[in-house]
Nanobody, 115 residues
Framework: QVQLVESGGGLVQPGGSLRLSCAAS????????MGWYRQAPGKQRELVTT???????NYADSAKGRFTISLDNAKNTVYLQMSSLKPEDTAVYYC?????????WGPGTQVTVSS
């Protein structure tokens, strides 16, 4: 069982930056991959980015060039650095982990991009 807790969400102006954190309750060496998904009001949850245990990252087209995912193995934490934020990035952002074929989700953190 992996527990995930996100932090770092909030209100930011268009063009601004925000860094989300997701702390895992277990060593991320035991986790195959971690990632971030988001869900905007009235829309389905969608993939933002994932990173494998080995550090290989994948990004949705909407995130490429603006978002960066990274791992801190010592802190069992995954980060999402977001820049050049747009109003359409407004959503609840969820941390995701895949361990031994099982999926785990955090409770989510709200990101609002608005002037």
């Amino acid at each position: 069982q992996v527990q995930l807790v996100e932090s770092g969400g909030g209100l930011v102006q268009p063009g601004g930056s925000l860094r989300l954190s997701c702390a895992a309750s277990t060593s991320i060496f035991s986790i195959s991959s971690m990632g971030w998904y988001r869900q905007a009001p009235g829309k389905q949850r969608e993939l933002v980015t994932t990173i494998s245990r080995g550090g290989t990252a994948n990004y949705a087209d909407s995130a490429k060039g603006r978002f960066t995912i990274s791992l801190d193995n010592a802190k069992n934490t995954v980060y999402l650095q977001m820049s050049s934020l747009k109003p359409e990035d407004t959503a609840v952002y969820y941390c995701h982990a895949l361990q031994y074929g099982l999926e785990f989700w955090g409770p989510g953190t709200q990101v609002t991009v608005s002037s």
